[in-house]
């Protein structure tokens, strides 16, 4: 596996030919946010040796190179999710590639249900904790040390500097943005409302079907992480309201201006 993460970044590399600040994940419906950066290199994933293609409604798989508030910033649009099949390694690939590229800040986005219930549909809410209830660990199998230790601190998995970054952002804008903890299930079904009870009893805020596999990777190799997530759709033990990927769509799009500005904000300011 190495060799191919390593082959695939030295073809970054010889393209990009830079180190960027930060790599950025957009997650369903939060697609646009990739216009909003000036390209210098844009790259389909059909035309980088060993990347995984997308197959889902909303990610189009495209990486992206170029400058966002003055920051150089590689955008990835369209992410690998377990439930199309993608073994762990598959779902992660790309942020093994970020970090032999030199990237250290690593930022993720995702459309979630919402179990809190101070939430409404389009809120946008700070990842400060999650918990992994997906069935398969990234990181089973034989440890490569050359990319990080056996047994991996989790202590910190989102930087507090960045999440303290992005408040302020949103506090100057009038934003109103929560903090919570996003508890990752496999999908690719939405939860029951005895499941969405589960999350919410467990001590989750929300739920979704990405992210976590690829924040403990990244934490694996040390790399700094924020994640804000778009509440989409909302469920609890006494909500039973029918949820569907294009509901999804609509709430992310709508939240998009949200995401934007403390997108925009938090490069711009952090460091
Ligand atoms: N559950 C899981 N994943 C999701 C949801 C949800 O309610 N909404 C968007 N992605």
Known sequence: MLEKIKETADFIKNIIQETPDFAVVLGSGLGKLQNEVEPIHVLEYKDIPNFPQT?????????????????????????????????????????????????????????????????????????????????????????????????????????????????????????????????ALQGPTFETPAEYGMIKAIGGDMVGMSTVPEVIVAKHMGMDVFCMSVITDLGGPDIAFAVSHEEVLNAANKAMPNVITVVKGLIKNYQ
């Not at 690593?106 to 101070?118: D, E, K, W």
């Not at 303290?164 to 919570?180: D, L, M, P, R, Y």
């Open 55 to 183: 197959t889902v409604v909303g990610h189009t798989g495209k990486l992206i190179y170029g400058i966002l508030e003055g920051k150089k910033v590689l955008m990835m649009s369209g992410r690998f999710h377990y439930y199309e099949g993608h073994s762990m390694e598959t779902v992660t690939f790309p942020i093994r590639v970020f970090h032999l590229l030199g990237i250290t800040n690593l930022i993720l986005s995702n459309a979630c249900g919402g179990v809190n219930p101070a939430y409404k549909i389009a809120d946008i809410v700070i990842l400060k904790d999650h918990i992994n209830m997906m069935p398969e660990h990234p990181l089973r199998g034989k440890n490569i040390d050359e990319l990080g230790p056996r047994f991996v601190d989790m202590s910190e998995p989102y930087n507090k500097k960045m999440i303290a970054v992005a408040e302020q952002v949103a506090s100057n804008q009038n934003i109103n943005i929560h903090q919570g903890i996003y508890v």
